[in-house]
């Protein structure tokens, strides 16, 4: 709690996904200034064992000319810094030794990276569960080179999880659903087949033919440009049953203003 000081009982939960987040169990948040700080704390949440002061000052600083150890015992002040405004012993947060630095395992109650990694790779935990706690990408606003491949490999995994997301909101009949989840993931990653598909399958039930026929023409056209490739059959064949069923929906509404108008027959080509 605020304003009391608590030696070995520190339990704090962790949210690195976005904008980085720290709190007690009791809800108190935490203020990390500046961001090296935040920085140095986010990379050893990350780590999750201690080590040696120079490599972290390297992950930090890589380009520095010999100044990354001044940089991170200032770094290191502003931590702990936080840590007491907060009212907590940075004793019951971090370990520190002579040569290296880390966390106490005890005090970390809960990190939203774990939280996401185990929930997007375990069967029985929903995707849906995991875009939810992804809240952003690992640290946003912090430029610091350390963490752009676990950002790229948390974000790979992210993007996997909306792929699936969408294609259970389209078999479950959430269209709507199902739409919104693949453009998020077309904003990522515009080379992502199966998010395209999946608009052309909902363009195919709600929308028109032409709308249908703008999204497979925008499909080709930034595979050819950028892969050198065209669409999967599966496209395709999406393409053509979604094409159908604009058709047939055309029909009926002119059915139903002319009953006595003349069946329209139209073939689909492959």
Same mark, same amino acid.
Request: glycine share 6%.
């Given at each position: 709690m605020a304003g009391t000081v608590t030696h070995r009982g520190a339990r704090l939960t962790v949210r690195l996904l976005g904008r980085i987040e720290v709190a007690t169990t009791d809800g108190a948040s935490i203020r990390l200034p500046g961001r090296h700080a935040q920085a140095l704390f986010a990379l050893l949440v990350l780590m999750r064992r201690p080590r040696s002061r120079d490599a972290i000052a390297a992950e930090l600083w890589p380009e520095s000319d010999g100044t990354s150890s001044a940089g991170l015992r200032q770094a290191l002040w502003l931590v702990r810094s936080g840590l007491s405004s907060a009212g907590l012993d940075p004793d019951s947060v971090l370990e520190v030794e002579p040569d290296t630095l880390g966390l106490r395992p005890e005090a970390l109650k809960r990190i939203d990276v774990t939280d996401f990694e185990d929930c997007a790779r375990r069967p029985v935990c929903p995707d849906e569960t995991a875009i939810a706690i992804y809240r952003g990408d690992l640290v946003e606003g912090l430029g610091h080179e350390c963490f752009a491949s676990e950002r790229e490999r948390l974000s790979d995994l992210y993007e996997d999880a909306? #792929?699936?997301?969408? !294609?259970?909101?389209?078999? #479950?009949?959430?269209? /709507?659903? #199902? +739409?919104?989840?693949? !453009?998020?993931?077309? #904003? +990522? /990653?515009?080379? +992502? !087949? !199966?998010a395209h598909a999946v608009l052309i399958a909902v363009h195919g039930m709600l929308g028109t033919r032409s709308q249908v026929v703008r999204r497979y023409r925008r499909l080709e056209a930034i595979l050819a440009r950028e892969l050198d490739v065209a669409p999967l059959s599966e496209t395709d064949a999406t393409y053509r049953l979604a094409i159908a069923r604009t058709i047939a929906r055309s029909h009926e509404r002119a059915i139903t203003i002319d009953p006595h108008a003349p069946t329209l027959l139209v073939a689909i080509g492959s």
């Open positions: 909306l #792929a699936k997301v969408a !294609e259970h909101r389209l078999q #479950a009949g959430d269209l /709507d659903g #199902a +739409r919104v989840a693949a !453009e998020d993931l077309l #904003a +990522r /990653d515009p080379l +992502r !087949e !199966e």
